[in-house]
């Protein structure tokens, strides 16, 4: 698994769409330095672009990158070569290559401004690490439906409407059952229904770090009453990592079964 980890790991960072990925969040990162002498502004900024960003393009790569090598995959099934080996390793090699662009890409310009010597480290710390955990994830789940669909249209398809119920759908569900239920205490259902989301649950963990969850309101509260202890800062760690497993672990068994 480690040598094709490796192979696909290079290969798309060979990749001019790799290049593209890194200089995009070099530029971010520079412009908002340069248009914000607040770091912590300038977090906030990114976070909006990461958290919508991110997970669009660990999608569309992960689902691009396994119907273009689709006949190498071929290939290497015909080799005394574990599935799940082959998968996994093309799996991680697509995620760890755009996490490295994101964390290089938008690191390489608040490190030169300083970012050690500033508060804002943990903050910027926690939105790279989050980030990564959305990259991780939707990678996973570009993998899962690539696998479950032969077709290269649908595929891309259920992709992209993956990534718009994830992003935007859900969020409005959420807030249409909030305020159609008003009358009845939400607290639990606020709570399991953010951390049902990867999405918004590293939203609410980025803007509890940052001290703006009074921006949220009541539910803000409630967020910062849970999620704002260690216990919740464990659970909603917990969680980002079930969110990596549990799609790593269908790829595995969908591997196995499926019939090329």
């Known amino acids: 698994m480690l040598k094709i980890l490796k192979y696909s790991f290079f290969d ?11 200089l995009f969040y070099l530029l971010l990162g520079v412009v908002l330095l340069f248009l914000n002498n607040d770091l912590s502004k300038a977090v906030i900024t990114l976070m909006n672009v990461i958290i919508v960003l991110v997970p669009l393009i660990g999608t569309i790569f992960g689902v691009m ?3 273009n090598s689709k006949e190498f995959t071929e290939l290497l099934l015909a080799q005394p070569v574990k599935r799940s080996s082959i998968f996994l390793g093309q799996y ?6 755009l996490s490295m662009s994101l964390i290089i890409g938008l690191g390489l310009p608040f490190v030169f401004y300083g970012i050690f ?12 690490v989050t980030g990564a955990f959305l990259t991780l994830i939707f990678t996973a789940l570009a993998f899962v439906i690539a696998l479950a669909n032969e077709n290269k249209i649908k595929g891309f ?8 119920f994830m992003a935007v759908i ?23 229904a953010t951390m ?14 940052l001290d703006i ?22 659970l909603s760690s917990l969680m980002l990592t079930l969110w990596v497993i549990v799609p790593t672990l269908f790829i595995q068994r969908m591997a196995k079964r499926k019939d090329f």
């Open 92 to 97: 991680f090699g697509v995620a760890l290559s």
């Open 117 to 128: 010597n500033s508060g804002a480290i943990w903050d910027f710390s926690l939105l790279l």
């Open 157 to 164: 398809g259920y992709a992209i409407l993956l990534w718009l």
């Open 170 to 192: 859900y969020d409005g569900i959420f807030l249409i059952s909030l305020v159609y239920f008003e009358d009845y205490p939400l607290d639990k259902f606020s709570l399991v």
């Open 12 to 22: 798309l960072m060979r990749s001019r769409w790799s290049y593209v990925y890194f």
């Open 196 to 209: 049902l989301n990867p999405v918004d649950l590293s939203r609410v963990l980025i803007l509890l770090k």
């Open 213 to 234: 969850s009074v921006l949220l309101g009541y539910t803000g509260a409630v967020f910062q009453k849970f999620f704002g202890t260690s216990f919740g800062f464990i």
């Open 65 to 67: 990158y396994y119907y």
